[in-house]
């Protein structure tokens, strides 16, 4: 199937992070692997938060015998805490939502490795239908809609002081997911407040490493004004306007944006004098 076409000027910038054909290779195995685990256990029924968790587990992890495992805090005090993934050159942990839950968790890991936070994002979406009845399966059907991962700094914003931190970073992994949803709804077609069942991982589109304040350039579209308002950024971005206020906020604490004034009731921005703009054009 023909993918739709992306907005060109996001495009622009998710273009330098693409994943490579051969993680993308490795990525595929463990997709098939993960799979055919969860449907030999559970059959089509599991949520897909759980499903895209146990893929980007695997695939960071690269053996069994790296994940889940209990990491104790320096000289023995306490018990720790158990992290997705801990390798020799960092902890990793996959969070979907809800980054405020990880605040102990992540100051006690930050004070002996350093940590990635793994942001899925599922970039496109293609949906098929599922009868619960005699569990036929409807021809997939793309949606439209292309998230490039904004929602994060959402996340971030909600970690308050415990972000920005030392040896903290985060890493966009944009994935295209093949979602179930069940025919289970109200209305003629069953759709209306149907179940959604699970959701599968196709490929890696691209992965996002978000270290320094300069990485976060890749949330400003090269068609932003010289200066423009938390309005102008949701248009650029095509997003909701309070997930751009939040946006705005969170660029102008990193340092990436700053404000120069007002404009009616709105604030006004622009990128700071203080961040090299690499990807901007």
């Not at 993918?3 to 622009?12: G, V, W």
């Not at 030999?40 to 994940?67: D, M, Q, R, W």
Request: charged share 25%; aromatic share 10%.
């Amino acid at each position: 199937m023909k993918k739709p076409s992306l907005q060109q000027p996001l495009f622009d910038l998710l273009e330098p992070h693409r994943t490579c054909e051969v993680r993308q290779q490795l990525f595929a195995q463990v997709c098939d692997r993960t799979e055919a685990e969860l449907t030999a256990t559970n059959g089509i029924g599991t949520l897909a938060e759980k499903t895209i968790h146990s893929v980007l587990k695997h695939f960071y992890a690269g053996s069994p015998e790296y994940e889940e495992l209990r990491v104790l805090p320096p000289a023995g005090r306490g018990s720790g805490f158990v992290a997705d993934v801990a390798r020799p050159e960092g902890i990793f942990e996959i969070q979907t939502r809800h980054f405020y839950l990880l605040k102990k968790k992540l100051q006690a890991f930050l004070a002996v490795s350093p940590v990635t936070i793994v942001y899925p994002v599922v970039h496109r979406k293609t949906l098929r239908w599922v009868d619960p009845e005699d569990g036929t399966v409807s021809a997939p059907r793309r949606t439209g809609k292309i998230d490039f991962g904004h929602r994060v700094l959402a996340e971030l914003y909600s970690l308050g002081d415990s972000f920005p931190a030392d040896g903290l970073s985060v890493r966009l992994a944009l994935l295209d997911v093949e979602e179930f949803k069940l025919l289970n709804g109200y209305g003629k077609d069953r759709k209306i407040r149907a179940s959604r069942s699970d959701g599968f991982p196709q490929e890696l589109v691209a992965e996002v490493e978000l270290r320094t304040p300069a990485d976060y350039v890749y949330f400003l579209p090269d068609t932003l004004p010289e200066e423009f308002t938390s309005a102008d950024y949701a248009s650029h971005c095509h997003i909701a306007r309070d997930l751009a206020q939040t946006c705005v906020r969170v660029l102008c604490a990193l340092g990436v944006l700053e404000r120069t004034g007002t404009s009616g009731r709105n604030y006004v921005y622009r990128r700071s004098a203080e961040i090299t703009f690499t990807n901007v054009k």
